[in-house]
């Protein structure tokens, strides 16, 4: 899952780093900053929105992983994807939908902190 999923949270990112002027961080040194205070305070806020753009496709992709850890880790590593689709095919319909609810609802949950937060009109993918 980290092979696949590196590079959808590196390319937000680096679509983003990439127009920032290393001459910012300059000028915050050469006003008296130390570099993690001119990190922390010039570039990371500017970063922010790729950061948690990066970070919710990453979530929301990795949600729907349910062959790799069922091949990989076995019948102890169960995911809430892992659960529902065995739950769909011993027809536990009723199960599986409330399961699917409790997923939908956590995305959307975090769709709406990603929004108060960040702003969905910042979202920066590429």
């Given at each position: 899952?980290?092979?696949?999923?590196?590079?959808?949270?590196?390319?937000?990112?680096y679509s983003v780093m990439r127009p920032i002027p290393p001459?910012?961080?300059?000028?915050?040194?050469?006003?008296?900053?130390?570099?993690w205070t001119a990190f922390r305070r010039v570039y990371l806020p500017q970063t922010m929105p790729?950061?948690?753009?990066g970070a919710l496709l990453?979530?929301?992709?990795?949600?729907?992983y349910y062959i790799t850890p069922a091949l990989v880790g076995g019948a102890?590593?169960?995911?809430?994807?892992n659960l529902i689709a065995f739950h769909f095919s011993n027809s536990n319909w009723s199960m599986a939908a409330a399961l699917a609810?409790?997923?939908?609802?956590?995305?959307?949950?975090?769709y709406w902190i990603y929004?108060?937060?960040?702003?969905?009109?910042?979202?920066?993918?590429?």
């Open positions: 899952m980290t092979h696949i999923l590196l590079p959808f949270m590196v390319l937000p990112l001459s910012y961080v300059r000028a915050a040194r050469s006003l008296g900053a130390t570099s790729g950061v948690a753009a990453v979530f929301i992709l990795a949600v729907g102890r590593g169960q995911l809430i994807s609810s409790i997923l939908l609802v956590a995305v959307l949950i975090l929004d108060r937060l960040i702003g969905i009109d910042n979202l920066k993918l590429g």
